[in-house]
């Protein structure tokens, strides 16, 4: 069983960074695809973005493309999300997943998810 565990998140206000770490352990790293996504209260989980296990390949939703990107390192077990040029929508809890699955234009958790980290932008 994969243990996925986030951190990074914090406090910034509207226009600047931060950069979001997801490590895993208890199975292989290989071979899945990684992702973030991101939840507000009352509303459902919404898709940030994902990346393949070579890294060759990733993909984001509309409204973070050219602000936020993607990455991992496979020696480290580790993905990251560099968020930059933040606003207040993007105040969310962000979560780690693994394994994700590309089904009818949306991709999906397989039910491996971090424990979330908070990101708060003030405007």
């Known amino acids: 069983q994969v243990q996925l565990v986030e951190s990074g998140g914090g406090l910034v206000q509207a226009g600047g960074s931060l950069r979001l770490s997801c490590v895993v352990s208890?199975?292989?790293?290989?071979?899945?695809?990684m992702g973030w996504f991101r939840q507000t209260p009352g509303k459902e989980r919404e898709f940030v973005a994902a990346?393949?296990?070579?890294?060759?390949?990733?993909y984001y939703a509309d409204s973070v493309k050219g602000r936020f990107a993607i990455s991992r390192d496979n020696a480290k077990n580790t993905m990251y999300l560099q968020m930059n040029s933040l606003k207040s929508e993007d105040t969310a809890v962000y979560y780690c997943?693994?394994?994700?699955?590309?089904?009818?234009?949306?991709?999906?958790?397989?039910?491996?998810w971090g424990q979330g980290t908070q990101v708060t932008v003030s405007s």
């Open positions: 997943a693994a394994d994700l699955t590309y089904v009818g234009r949306s991709w999906y958790g397989s039910g491996s």
């Open positions: 208890g199975r292989t790293f290989s071979g899945y695809v």
């Open positions: 990346i393949t296990w070579t890294g060759a390949s990733t």
